[in-house]
């Protein structure tokens, strides 16, 4: 039998149209997180922690900020001096940068923390109204434990045989062990 339903024509090789739908996908979610980003800029309600969208953001303008500071540093050292400004230039800027780079990450990183430590408190608040509802319950369970015990063949039923214990062993008469 002939298969009724149209084929799909394969691009060809040298096509560009996924990588021009893989584009159009990424403008997409562009315009997307820009629209979010200026939605929850101006919330008033403050329902959701925005800081942990915009911390790379921060990241990256923040040390574009270092790198033009450093260059106007450079500038200032070879306007002192040829000698200073070599020194700021290859020793004193790279490590600087290096310096203020690591003490942003590590800052941005305790933010970062401590807003999702925030928002998982408020998960377990959640929870704790749950198990305050739950906790009503326990007491009916107890109750209904109290009414099986009155039963009489439930007793019966629901305990259960031990065996034995082993009896201990043989001992010599002088009282040693072997």
Not at 44 to 69: C, E, H, T
Not at 96 to 121: D, G, N, P, Q
Not at 123 to 139: E, N, P, Y
Request: hydrophobic share 45%; glycine share 8%.
């Amino acid at each position: 039998m002939v298969d009724e339903q149209p084929q799909r024509p394969t691009p060809p090789e040298g096509d560009e149209a996924p990588q021009g739908e893989a584009v159009n996908e990424r403008l997409r979610r562009g315009w997307f997180w820009a629209w979010e980003y200026w939605r929850e800029l101006f919330n008033f309600r403050f329902d959701k922690y925005m800081i942990i969208q915009v911390i790379p953001g921060v990241y990256g303008v923040a040390l574009a900020a270092i790198v033009l500071g450093l260059l106007y540093l450079c500038v200032e050292a070879f306007m002192a001096s040829t000698w200073r400004g070599l020194f700021f230039l290859f020793i004193g800027g790279p490590l600087l940068f290096l310096f203020c780079a690591t003490l942003l990450r590590a800052l941005l990183e305790f933010y970062m923390v401590v807003f999702k430590i925030s928002a998982h408190v408020d998960q377990l608040a959640g929870l704790r109204d749950t198990v305050d509802r739950l906790s009503g319950i326990g007491d009916s369970v107890d109750e209904m434990v109290s009414v099986t015990r009155r039963i009489p063949f439930w007793r019966v039923l629901s305990s259960r045989r031990r065996p034995p214990p082993p009896p201990p062993p043989p001992r010599d008469g002088d009282g040693d062990r072997d």
